[in-house]
T-cell receptor, first 113, second 115 residues
Framework: DAGVTQSPTHLIKTRGQQVTLRCSPK?????VSWYQQALGQGPQFIFQ???????QRGNFPDRFSGHQFPNYSSELNVNALLLGDSALYLC????????????FGPGTRLTVT | LAKTTQPISMDSYEGQEVNITCSHN???????ITWYQQFPSQGPRFIIQ???TKVTNEVASLFIPADRKSSTLSLPRVSLSDTAVYYC????????????????FGTGTRLQVTL
């Protein structure tokens, strides 16, 4: 079992550009959540996808959008990048049941210059 | 969501037992308590979860008193590889939309283990 995988590992973008990050959930999981983690801080919830729909959203602007595909994989898109968007972006997957345990991927380190 | 309070940092020597306490005074009836471990530049890793009393697995124990307003993560005989940030999370496993609930992380407890 490969667990949660994310790509790319690292990414450098310029202010104003757009970026797409990808996530494949752990086998058997149907729910994907995205988190942003700034240096020295805990992860902050961005949004969650289940059945190809956004079910929950944190306090992030509309520049952050996502998508879930029929195979449960997911993308996070960020438009009009700001310097403050530099962070580790984490994907977590789980099943939509009371098990509650979420498995995190290794993350994508995004640097905006 | 219940707010949690943890110590910012803790130090321990290798081989000792480490107890990290988390306060969550306004925990709700349906809330579970979950602990995650995170190493630098890696995603958080689930350690243990509980609702009440004591839960034990192969890596840790979780002690929850009857009033559930706090919890203690116990790591037996820590090693250098246990140096990490530990997060206490409190929440209902299922959100109002019927899906897995979002996780709310604080700043965590930075555990430093030395020889």
């Amino acid at each position: 079992d490969a667990g949660v995988t994310q790509s790319p590992t690292h990414l450098i973008k310029t202010r104003g550009q757009q970026v797409t990050l990808r996530c494949s959930p752990k086998s058997g999981h149907d729910t994907v959540s995205w988190y942003q983690q700034a240096l020295g801080q805990g992860p902050q919830f961005i949004f969650q996808y289940y059945e190809e729909e956004e079910r929950q959203r944190g306090n992030f602007p509309d520049r952050f959008s996502g998508h879930q595909f029929p195979n449960y994989s997911s993308e996070l898109n960020v438009n009009a990048l700001l310097l403050g968007d530099s962070a580790l972006y984490l994907c977590a997957s789980t099943r939509a049941d009371p098990t509650y345990e979420q498995y995190f991927g290794p993350g994508t380190r995004l640097t905006v210059t | 969501l219940a707010k949690t309070t943890q110590p910012i940092s803790m130090d321990s020597y290798e081989g000792q037992e480490v107890n990290i306490t988390c306060s969550h005074n306004n925990i709700a009836t349906n809330d579970y308590i979950t602990w995650y471990q995170q190493f630098p530049s890696q995603g958080p890793r689930f350690i243990i979860q509980g609702y009440k009393t004591k839960v034990t697995n192969e890596v840790a124990s979780l002690f929850i008193p009857a009033d559930r307003k706090s919890s203690t993560l116990s790591l037996p005989r820590v090693s250098l590889s246990d140096t990490a940030v530990y997060y206490c999370l409190v929440g209902d496993p299922i959100s109002v939309s019927g899906t897995a609930s979002k996780l709310t992380f604080g700043t965590g407890t930075r555990l430093q283990v030395t020889l």
